[in-house]
């Protein structure tokens, strides 16, 4: 089952399957969280998702469809580890970089590109992925 950890190597999780999808974002939040122009998301069914170590903070937010979406950080070195978003209640947005096997992703299909109206010009659409100015 492929594992994941934080920075730190306190908060471990394992997922069950490979993720359904990745999803880039270029929302606002997401560049800030990231640093960078968005974040490559992971989408796993919550029922596939297990913590296996470690305490979190979280944080919530407002999302663009007014439900909430909740930020899980290790507590110990606030490594992003997963998001919840009340609109999607049944799977956990998870930062593949956390991911310890990265060919887990090799064969998973970047589903969409969302918030295209935030990325720089300088940065390209992804081909062949649906493009959303927008969450959908």
């Known amino acids: 089952m492929p594992r994941g950890k934080c920075a730190c190597g306190d908060y471990t999780y394992e997922i069950s399957d490979k993720p359904s999808a990745?999803?880039?974002?270029h929302c606002s939040p997401c560049q800030k969280f990231a640093g960078a122009n968005g974040s490559t998301n992971a989408?796993?069914?919550?029922?596939?998702?297990?913590?296996?170590?470690?305490?979190?903070d979280s944080w919530t937010r407002e999302g663009d469809s007014g439900k909430e979406v909740t930020n899980?950080?290790?507590k110990n070195c606030k490594n992003l580890m997963r998001v919840e978003a009340a609109f999607m209640p049944d799977v956990y947005i998870v930062k593949p970089g956390t991911?310890?096997?990265v060919d887990v992703l090799n064969d998973v299909p970047v589903y969409q590109e969302i918030y295209t109206r935030n990325r720089p010009s300088c940065f390209g659409a992804l081909q062949s992925v649906d493009?959303?100015?927008g969450a959908t």
Do not use: R
């Open 43 to 56: 989408i796993v069914p919550k029922d596939q998702y297990k913590l296996l170590s470690g305490d979190t």
């Open 99 to 101: 991911l310890e096997e």
């Open 22 to 25: 990745t999803v880039v974002c």
């Open 72 to 74: 899980f950080y290790c």
């Open 131 to 133: 493009q959303k100015a």
